[in-house]
């Protein structure tokens, strides 16, 4: 199986070039890790938008619509939600659908829509992501969101994990055996890289220490959404 990561979102490649590939976006810090949450505590879909402008126009098109997202790590005036995944508890967003934009999480995950269902993926649901992999033949596209623009090590690692659970005989381009490298260099200590990560830092600044360590735990959802038709289900 091949396996191809690209380290930011303005990274993705042409998609023409990879026409066959399975999609995977990521934004472990926090959106991709918010998204896996809130689906796993009941909303019915949440609908990935550019602009919060966009965001607005969907959620009002939508009967009982919420509204969540950020810009530079804090909740949009007027939204419901910011992109701490702790907001999203069952009794907040069960049955509900949350139209939902973010710095660089949603952009990821537009940018590699044309190739079909985008499976989301974190640290928080690695494993069912590599089983759902490996029950295909699909070769496999990862988009890291990064941030701003720059790679970063939490989305990097996650690639990596991914990459490294589908086994040795997965055919790696550059990208994904860097990552796999990360990974194996710090499987056992996930939580100390997102603390060294630079935008871990900065979430750690913020008083976001509580969402750092959430979004640091292997495997805490075993569902896999998909963004496909216009929502992630």
Known sequence: MRVAVFPTAASAPPVAAYAGFQP?????LRATTTIITALANGAAAVVPCLTPEAAREQAAALPGARLGGERQNRRLPGFDFGNSPQEYTP??????????TTSNGTRAIAAVAPLGPVL???????GAVVRRLAAGAAPVLILCAGSDGELC???TVCAGAIADGLGPEAECNDGAWLAR???????????????????????LGEGFGADLALCARLDSHSLVPAYSGGAIR
């Open 24 to 28: 995977v976006a990521i934004d472990v």
């Open 91 to 100: 009794a907040a967003v069960a049955g509900r659908t949350i139209c939902f």
């Open 120 to 126: 989301i993926a974190a640290l928080a649901n690695v």
């Open 153 to 155: 090590l939490e989305d």
């Open 181 to 203: 490298e990360l990974y194996r260099q710090h499987r056992h200590d996930l939580p100390g890289l997102l603390r060294t990560a630079r935008h871990g830092r900065r979430l």
